[in-house]
């Protein structure tokens, strides 16, 4: 045993089995050569754990903040980044995805739906023929005879615009009177804003092969799109999070900032000029846009069923 080596120095890496112990006088390494694991393991104080918790990750240099930064103030700029293989020194974008949308879902859910998800119980309502026992849980366009309605008129359950089997199942699922039905709704939404996160997350690839499509011509690879979709739906979510408080100086200008961020984020990876560019956004929304309403429908429906 080396002089120098103490009685928490084991012999060997407790990860990997690295032999530890130098022969040498020089005093052993604090990590193992083979997996860079620490040497001296040993419960950590509060402290310690709260180091070990955030780590460079959410240090003031860390990866997180440099990211952030770079997001934030240079639209698109990250994803060059990423493309010119300089990855070490900021979050991958997968996970920054996960950690802002995760954060915005959850300041959501405190805020109790920060107004994405409406529910109106209307005793007076201007509508002939509703009164306090009328709750809408689900409307989507009903004014037409075509969209969705799901909720209670005068007491009586009503579900439209949607399959017989799930009006049945929902008509089954649902206790039809107004004071339960109304407990329901509360909790409806706790379940859709849970359902939101999993929905937006499948979503992701649908936006990267639509922007596949729609520059076909600069032959890219398919997951070049993912990681550019995974960088703006994370400045996405992070506008979406001002929103939360519901300050109108603050929810205007994140409104504004989504195209805005959108456009010159496109300029700044793909390229060309801004009437082709503008062609292409809006081939892109209007798909983003069909996609994301029938998965918001269906969220919604399997958040009342589950």
Same mark, same amino acid.
């Given at each position: 045993?080396?002089?120098?080596? $103490?009685?928490?120095?084991?012999?060997?890496?407790?990860?990997?089995?690295?032999?530890?112990?130098?022969?040498? *006088?020089?005093?052993?390494?604090?990590?193992?050569?083979?997996?860079?694991?620490?040497?001296? /393991?040993?419960?950590? $104080?509060?402290?310690?754990?709260?180091?070990?918790?955030?780590?460079?990750?959410?240090?003031?240099?860390?990866?997180?903040?440099?990211?952030?930064?770079?997001? @934030? /103030?240079? *639209?698109?700029?990250? $994803?060059?980044?990423?493309?010119?293989?300089?990855?070490?020194?900021?979050? %991958?974008?997968?996970?920054?995805?996960?950690?802002?949308?995760? /954060?915005?879902?959850?300041?959501?859910?405190?805020?109790?739906?920060?107004?994405?998800?409406?529910?109106?119980?209307? *005793?007076?309502?201007?509508?002939?023929?509703?009164?306090?026992?009328?709750?809408?849980?689900?409307?989507?366009?009903?004014?037409?005879?075509?969209?969705?309605?799901?909720?209670?008129?005068?007491?009586?359950?009503?579900?439209?615009?949607?399959?017989?089997?799930?009006?049945?199942?929902?008509?089954?699922?649902?206790?039809?009177?107004?004071?339960?039905?109304?407990?329901?709704?509360?909790?409806?939404?706790?379940?859709?804003?849970?359902?939101?996160?999993?929905?937006?997350?499948? @979503?992701?690839?649908?936006?990267?092969?639509? @922007?596949?499509?729609?520059?076909?011509?600069?032959?890219?690879?398919?997951?070049?799109?993912?990681?550019?979709?995974?960088?703006?739906?994370?400045?996405?979510?992070?506008?979406?999070? %001002?929103?939360?408080?519901?300050?109108?100086?603050?929810?205007?200008?994140?409104?504004?900032?989504?195209?805005?961020?959108?456009?010159?984020?496109?300029?700044?990876?793909?390229?060309?000029?801004?009437? *082709?560019?503008?062609?292409?956004?809006?081939?892109?929304?209007?798909?983003?846009? /069909?996609?994301?309403? @029938?998965?918001?429908?269906?969220?919604?429906?399997?958040?009342?069923?589950?």
């Amino acid at each position: 045993m080396s002089p120098h080596a $103490t009685a928490t120095t084991p012999a060997a890496c407790p990860n990997c089995g690295e032999p530890l112990q130098d022969r040498s *006088p020089r005093p052993p390494a604090r990590y193992c050569p083979a997996c860079g694991q620490e040497t001296d /393991v040993k419960a950590p $104080t509060l402290r310690e754990f709260m180091q070990q918790f955030g780590g460079a990750y959410l240090s003031t240099e860390g990866a997180l903040w440099r990211t952030l930064r770079l997001l @934030l /103030v240079k *639209p698109g700029e990250l $994803t060059l980044q990423y493309f010119a293989g300089r990855r070490k020194h900021y979050v %991958l974008p997968l996970r920054l995805y996960l950690t802002i949308s995760v /954060v915005a879902l959850l300041l959501l859910r405190v805020a109790g739906g920060g107004g994405m998800v409406h529910v109106e119980v209307t *005793p007076d309502s201007p509508k002939p023929g509703l009164s306090a026992n009328d709750l809408t849980v689900l409307e989507i366009d009903e004014g037409t005879g075509h969209g969705i309605f799901v909720g209670l008129r005068g007491g009586v359950f009503r579900c439209t615009g949607l399959p017989d089997w799930t009006c049945r199942r929902l008509g089954k699922h649902i206790d039809l009177t107004g004071k339960s039905f109304g407990e329901q709704v509360g909790e409806f939404k706790d379940r859709f804003l849970s359902n939101l996160g999993g929905a937006m997350f499948l @979503l992701l690839p649908c936006f990267a092969l639509w @922007l596949k499509l729609a520059y076909l011509n600069r032959r890219r690879r398919y997951t070049e799109h993912l990681v550019f979709a995974l960088h703006l739906h994370a400045f996405w979510f992070a506008a979406l999070a %001002l929103t939360v408080p519901g300050w109108a100086w603050l929810s205007l200008p994140a409104f504004w900032a989504v195209p805005i961020y959108t456009l010159l984020a496109m300029r700044r990876v793909y390229g060309g000029r801004w009437g *082709p560019r503008l062609l292409r956004a809006l081939m892109v929304s209007a798909l983003y846009g /069909v996609s994301l309403a @029938l998965v918001l429908a269906l969220v919604a429906v399997w958040s009342l069923l589950s």
